[in-house]
């Protein structure tokens, strides 16, 4: 089983419509979460971490289930720009120092 | 601030060919990372470093080597090249091991034929 996973998609949304991605993970010691945003060809950039309590960024709400082990990110009214590759990045706690990334979903946004 | 910058962004090697990637960041970010990344998959980390003269292996270091010998300074070499290790390298580095944000460079891309 992979460490994070997430749905390669891609999600091809209307501007202006609601999306959200899944992401799973398999170690329930990961103690921190991110979402970034990688626009093709381009370096990944931080979108935002992931709070236990939920965290909303304008358009962006980004949600936490330690029970199941998955994270979110639902994007409100969908624009252009937000077409891009969002990947899934946990920190695995203990013994690891470094981030591990999910293959990434894509969404396509259309006019 | 120019914050990580890497390379060459474009190179071609032939198998056997060694070859050094630069990455410098001028953030004074103590925690530097090497990942390379394949066509549609997530990021694998290389190799990483804690601060000057200390580096350590990642998820998959196997034909790489790297030095830590300024905080500035994190360059991965590559000996013996192999088609296999065509893909896109990106150097990153962060304020601390992983609580806070990874800026990334823009990346290199290696083909190896």
């Known amino acids: 089983r992979k460490e994070v996973e997430q749905d390669p998609g891609p999600f091809n949304v209307p501007e202006g419509a609601t999306v959200a991605f899944n992401c799973t993970y398999s170690?329930?010691?990961?103690?921190?979460f991110f979402w970034y945003r990688q626009d093709c060809r381009k370096e990944p950039k931080l979108l935002m971490s992931v709070y236990s309590s939920g965290n909303e960024d304008g358009r962006f709400t980004a949600q936490l289930n330690r029970a199941s082990q998955y994270i979110s990110l639902l994007i409100r009214d969908s624009k252009l720009s937000d077409s891009a590759t969002y990947l899934c990045?946990?920190?695995?706690?203990?013994?690891?120092?470094?981030?591990?990334f999910g293959s990434g979903t894509r969404l396509q946004v259309q006019p | 601030n120019a914050g990580v910058t890497q390379t060459p962004k474009f190179r071609i090697l032939k198998i056997g060919q060694s070859m050094t990637l630069q990455c410098t960041q001028d953030m004074n970010h103590n925690y530097m990372y090497w990942y390379r990344q394949d066509p549609g998959m997530g990021l694998k980390l290389i190799y990483y470093?804690?601060?000057?003269?200390?580096?350590d292996k990642g998820e998959v270091p196997n034909g790489y080597n790297v030095s830590r010998s300024t905080t500035e300074d994190f360059p991965l070499r590559l000996e013996l090249a192999a088609p296999s290790q065509t893909s896109v390298y990106f150097c990153?580095?962060?304020?601390?091991?992983?609580?806070?944000?990874?800026?990334f460079g823009p990346g290199t891309r290696l083909t190896v034929l």
């Open positions: 470093s804690v601060g000057a003269g200390i580096t």
């Open positions: 170690n329930s010691a990961s103690q921190s």
């Open positions: 990153a580095s962060s304020l601390d091991l992983s609580y806070n944000e990874q800026f």
């Open positions: 990045v946990v920190n695995e706690g203990t013994g690891r120092r470094a981030l591990t």
